[in-house]
């Protein structure tokens, strides 16, 4: 069994001040793990992906985020926020016999000028 | 390019009357699956496909079915659906690889709304 928790529904910060969006997993496996950015009325984009080489993963547009499975966390973060990154953040762990995508309920990123 | 393309994009319908949506992709990838996506609970599964003629049930099937005649297409059946299947619904496609499946390729979206 695997699951996800978003540690927040709604995060809100200022333009060109750092973003952190957190992330606790679950799972009985080695698991995938991914973020996805959802903009308005778009689909679901790719931003990285975790899949047991570097810990440190770096993604498209200034995100990184760390694999730590000690705490079995895997936030996602920015050092400095652009009004183009509001959106909705996807948090994802794949694993299992049929590789299933298990996504959390998500997190609202407000970006204030 | 390489995409996965839904139809209709919008849809609004009546209770009880079929309606397929379609999905393609032109990746050739092996894995296939649908979503539903609604405020506050992200998106879940509603069935899979790990190839051709090879499906299985998700987190949320009841109501829906599919079908994987071919490799690149993975339609969503509601035979008879009922407002609670008002959603944004997801198709997605991912490539095998020896450690698993990679990261998945989603569609547009199909805003359905059962009246």
């Known amino acids: 069994a695997q699951s996800v928790t978003q540690l927040d529904s709604h995060v809100s910060v200022s333009e060109g001040t750092p973003v952190l969006l957190r992330c606790n997993y679950s799972s009985s496996y080695s698991p995938s793990l991914f973020w996805y950015v959802q903009h308005p009325n778009k689909g679901l984009q790719l931003l990285l992906k975790?899949?047991?080489?570097?810990?440190l993963v770096k993604g498209i547009n200034g995100f990184e985020a760390e694999f730590k499975k000690s705490e079995t966390s895997f936030h996602l973060t920015k050092p400095s926020a652009h009004m183009s990154d509001a959106a909705e953040y996807f948090c994802?762990?794949?694993?299992?016999?049929?590789?299933?995508?298990?996504f959390g309920k998500g997190t609202l990123l407000t970006v204030n000028p | 390019e390489a995409q996965v393309t839904q139809n209709p994009r919008y849809l609004i319908t009546v209770t009880g009357k079929k309606l397929t949506v379609t999905c393609s992709q032109n990746?050739?990838?092996?894995?296939m699956s649908w979503y539903r996506q609604d405020p506050g609970l992200g998106l879940r599964q509603i069935y899979y496909?790990?190839?051709?003629?090879?499906?299985d049930k998700g987190d949320v099937p009841e109501g829906y079915k599919v079908s994987r005649k071919e490799k690149r297409n993975f339609p969503l059946i509601l035979e008879s659906p009922s407002p609670n299947q008002t959603s944004l619904y997801f198709c997605?496609?991912?490539?095998?690889?020896?450690?698993?499946?990679?990261?998945?390729?989603f569609g547009q979206g199909t805003r359905l709304t059962v009246v």
């Open positions: 997605a496609s991912s490539l095998s690889s020896r450690r698993g499946y990679t990261e998945a390729f």
């Open positions: 990746m050739n990838h092996e894995y």
């Open positions: 994802v762990v794949s694993g299992g016999s049929n590789y299933k995508l298990t």
């Open positions: 496909s790990m190839n051709v003629e090879v499906t």
């Open positions: 975790y899949t047991s080489a570097a810990t």
